[in-house]
Nanobody, 123 residues
Framework: VQLQASGGGLVQAGGSLRLSCAASGRTFSSYAMGWFRQAPGKEREFVAAISWSGGSTYYADSVKGRFTISRDNAENTVYLQMNSLKPEDTAVYYC?????????????????WGQGTQVTVSS
């Protein structure tokens, strides 16, 4: 599976962005998907994850209520809608695919990673 993330950019605090992650291959629906982020000088951290069907979603406490993960299996794409953005959301955002249906929060469980897209939130 090859993953291509897009949609990052520069936005003011309180604004919104929608990230997309397009996957190659015909087995996209066989994978759980996740979004992670890494800020300069910090470790990569979990943001959100979604099961293969979209029926189960998980969020980091820091983004709960502001971010929404979704997927369109017909389009082989997973999305991350980010609202009420804060300067502390500034990071490179990565999408990842995990074999199997169940979504998990550990980055070590994911098998494929996209190249990342920069999100910068100004105060």
């Amino acid at each position: 599976v090859q993953l291509q993330a897009s949609g990052g950019g520069l936005v003011q605090a309180g604004g919104s962005l929608r990230l997309s992650c397009a996957a190659s291959g015909r087995t996209f629906s066989s994978y759980a998907m996740g979004w992670f982020r890494q800020a300069p000088g910090k470790e990569r951290e979990f943001v959100a994850a979604i099961s293969w069907s979209g029926g189960s979603t998980y969020y980091a406490d820091s983004v709960k209520g502001r971010f929404t993960i979704s997927r369109d299996n017909a389009e082989n794409t997973v999305y991350l809608q980010m609202n009420s953005l804060k300067p502390e959301d500034t990071a490179v955002y990565y999408c990842a695919a995990k074999k199997g249906h169940r979504a998990v929060v550990s980055p070590w469980s994911y098998d494929y990673w996209g190249q990342g897209t920069q999100v910068t939130v100004s105060s």
